[in-house]
């Protein structure tokens, strides 16, 4: 599979505003600052896509971006920012409860963490819920670029007995800076598309 074409849609900041079904859906999850608008950038190569800040907490709302006409990647808000205020943090719960509940096209999570860290707790109870809500999920190891990479397959070893997943293929190393594990994200993508009937 190859991206063709990718376009920002829409932005939503309250659970009842979401589309209406109409195309599937491949969410973007993870901590702030993790590189998740950096994800979906690499992804589709168009470096200004999703907006990207050395800052945490710059994506506050849910972004839809269409893809190759066929599917939305969804760039959600940041968690574990802790510079925010307690009503953002409800504000947070309540869109990601409302999303990830609501959605009924959702169809795959990219759950993204940094290859150097350990899991947080934010990050074990994203996956709890992702595993609760019986959605499909890939952890994508950010910043893979920031480890030499003689190291990669040490840190996917470590993250994959921390997370208690069954296999490396659960794991996708990952560098928005150098394209490192695109095409492995791609072809992830592309079963994810044909497995769904829609
Ligand atoms: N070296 C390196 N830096 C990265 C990578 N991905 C993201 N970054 C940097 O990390 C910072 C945060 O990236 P974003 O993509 O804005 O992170 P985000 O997860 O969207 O953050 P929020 O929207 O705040 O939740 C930026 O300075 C990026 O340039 C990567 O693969 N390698
Ligand atoms: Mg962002």
Request: overall charge positive.
């Amino acid at each position: 599979m190859e991206i063709k074409s990718a376009s920002f849609v829409t932005s939503y900041a309250k659970p009842g505003d979401f589309p209406a079904p109409a195309l599937m859906e491949i969410a973007v999850a993870g901590k702030s600052n993790v590189g998740k608008s950096s994800f979906i950038n690499g992804m589709t190569r168009q470096k200004k896509l999703a907006k990207t800040s050395q800052k945490p907490g710059k994506t506050r709302l849910v972004n839809y971006f269409l893809l190759n006409g066929a599917f939305y990647l969804v760039d959600l808000p940041g968690y574990g920012f802790a510079q925010v205020s307690k009503a953002e943090k409800e504000r947070w719960g309540e869109m990601m409860e409302g999303y990830l509940k609501g959605s009924e096209n959702l169809r795959h999570m990219f759950l993204l963490m940094d290859i150097r860290h350990s899991p947080t707790r934010d990050d074990e109870t994203m996956l709890r819920y992702v595993r609760i809500l019986n959605i499909p999920f890939t952890v994508i190891l950010t910043k893979a670029d920031k480890v030499a990479k003689s190291k990669v397959p040490m840190r996917v070893n470590a993250l994959m007995k921390e997370l208690v997943l069954p296999g490396r293929e659960w794991l996708i190393p990952f560098s928005s800076e150098t394209g490192f594990g695109r095409d492995r994200v791609l072809a992830r993508m592309e079963e994810v598309l044909s497995s769904s009937s829609f």
